[in-house]
């Protein structure tokens, strides 16, 4: 049931979760130095850690989605803070690919004395960019017209062609490293949303999210054919 508001912002409800994440969040990174220092303990510390931190992702976003999608407090005022929010989430990940870039491009142009002083370093054999590499290159960025198909789907009212793309979109497309991982989680949860008839014309701005993270995962893998697998292995 959607319940009335005298505004455009949504007030929180206070919340454990953040609370319960930032625990999470510590007991993974002491477990994780703990285990890799051979202490003991480290390793169950660790996983109680990252169980504690998926349940909370958990629970915490059902009660987002909660509040967005059943008690209407997502307003189209509410719902610029989450586009922003991505926006500058992309642009992070952004910077932080574009510095192994960037070490990547200054090790092949000028490699060390400690290396040979020749790029790749010697005894170091590269894949044939133009075999496996080459093909995966196109495979991932034309997944991203089954994502934009579904976007405008949902603009135009039409849910059920989103749903229909969506599962072609799965079938077709390959993983491409921990961020292709997590955008693939991202987008299997907005299909489950969008089958369920949480995504509307008015509201779908975490499938917004989902689609310019999987288009930056796009963009993104052109850089490592060029400067990995073709320009590294030259």
């Known amino acids: 049931m959607i319940e009335s508001q005298r505004h455009s912002y949504h007030l929180v409800d206070p919340?454990?979760?953040?609370?319960?994440?930032?625990?999470?969040?510590?007991?993974?990174?002491?477990?994780?130095?703990?285990?890799?220092?051979?202490?003991?303990?480290?390793?169950?510390?660790?996983?109680?850690?990252?169980?504690?931190?998926?349940?909370?992702?958990?629970?915490?976003?059902?009660?987002?989605?909660?509040?967005?999608?059943?008690?209407?407090?997502?307003?189209?005022?509410?719902?610029?803070?989450?586009?922003?929010?991505?926006?500058?989430?992309?642009?992070?990940?952004?910077?932080f690919l574009f510095a192994f870039f960037w070490a990547s491009s200054h090790s092949s142009l000028a490699p060390t004395v400690e290396i040979g002083g020749i790029w790749p370093p010697k005894g170091i054999f590269v894949l044939d960019p133009w075999e496996i590499p080459f093909l995966n290159t196109p495979i991932l960025p034309s997944s991203g017209a089954a994502v934009t198909w579904a976007h405008h789907a949902i603009l135009a009212g039409k849910e059920k062609r989103a749903v229909i793309y969506g599962s072609t979109f799965f079938l077709a497309t390959g993983f491409h490293g921990f961020h292709v991982i997590i955008g693939t989680l991202f987008l299997i949860i907005c299909g489950i949303r969008q089958y369920l008839g949480h995504l509307t014309k008015e509201h779908h701005v975490g499938f917004e999210a989902a689609a310019w993270y999987w288009h930056f995962v796009d963009v993104v893998r052109l850089f490592p054919f060029v400067s990995i697998y073709w320009w590294g292995g030259i």
């Open 15 to 95: 919340s454990p979760w953040p609370l319960s994440g930032s625990l999470g969040a510590l007991a993974t990174t002491v477990g994780g130095v703990m285990y890799m220092h051979s202490f003991q303990g480290g390793a169950t510390l660790l996983s109680l850690g990252l169980i504690f931190i998926l349940y909370t992702m958990f629970v915490w976003w059902r009660d987002v989605l909660r509040e967005s999608t059943l008690e209407g407090h997502h307003t189209k005022a509410v719902q610029l803070g989450p586009r922003y929010g991505s926006i500058l989430f992309i642009v992070s990940e952004v910077m």
